[in-house]
């Protein structure tokens, strides 16, 4: 069965600070993974996604992830933080048929000044 | 946006009694899922569908049960309802089952089950 690791339930950054999120996975097929982002109150939002075309993913608003097969890592990184990153942030990894996915139990993001 | 909608969007409500979410889509998806969100537990499905009348089980379904009469409504009742189903309710929707296919969020239900 396919999972996903989020280290980490909070992590505080300053602004223009280096952003770092976790994930790991397990999964005993080619994993296809992806990002998600959680604003107040809001649904979730793609972020990005790792479908095995290139191991670095760029997705929206700065943020990338590399798929490291050897770590069974796809971290979240940002080069500068910024206040309006502030959200909870969701690693899923696809399960099975039907486009299901399973996700991480989330990192919540602070940005302070 | 992708056109999803979910009604209501705050809902309290009694132990014991039944309640019926629901989820509106307008963009002719075929897949339509429902997750709850709890904290330390992230997204965890409860059902999901796979074309009109066409369900199945997530993760965490017991409890609940759903209905697809048409492709953009998407019914998830909670029969009798109980405190353990205080949660924020999700509806997502996708356009393909492949592996890459990523899925859309509605806004999302608050359900208080006192």
């Known amino acids: 069965a396919q999972s996903v690791t989020q280290l980490g339930s909070h992590v505080s950054v300053s602004e223009g600070a280096l952003v770092l999120l976790r994930c790991n996975y397990s999964?005993?097929?080619?994993?296809?993974l992806f990002w998600y982002v959680q604003y107040p109150n809001q649904g979730l939002q793609l972020l990005l996604k790792y479908t095995s075309a290139a191991t670095l993913v760029k997705g929206i608003n700065g943020f990338e992830a590399e798929f490291k097969k050897s770590e069974t890592s796809f971290h979240l990184t940002k080069p500068s933080a910024h206040m309006s990153d502030a959200a909870e942030y969701f690693c899923?990894?696809?399960?099975?048929?039907?486009?299901?996915?399973?996700f991480g139990t989330g990192t919540r993001l602070q940005v302070t000044l | 946006d992708a056109g999803i909608t979910q009604s209501p969007r705050h809902k309290v409500t009694e132990t014991g009694t039944p309640v019926t979410l629901r989820c509106h889509q307008t963009e002719n998806h075929r897949y339509m899922y429902w997750y709850r969100q709890d904290p330390g537990h992230g997204l965890r499905l409860i059902h999901y569908s796979y074309g009109v009348k066409d369900t199945d089980k997530g993760e965490v379904s017991d409890g609940y049960s759903v209905s697809r009469s048409k492709t953009e409504d998407f019914l998830l009742t909670l029969e009798s309802a109980t405190s353990s189903q205080t949660s924020v309710y999700f509806c997502?929707?996708?356009?393909?089952?492949?592996?890459?296919?990523?899925?859309?969020f509605g806004p999302g239900t608050r359900l208080t089950v006192l």
């Open positions: 899923a990894i696809h399960t099975g048929t039907a486009s299901k996915l399973t």
């Open positions: 997502a929707i996708s356009e393909r089952g492949d592996s890459y296919n990523e899925q859309f």
């Open positions: 999964s005993s097929v080619p994993p296809y």
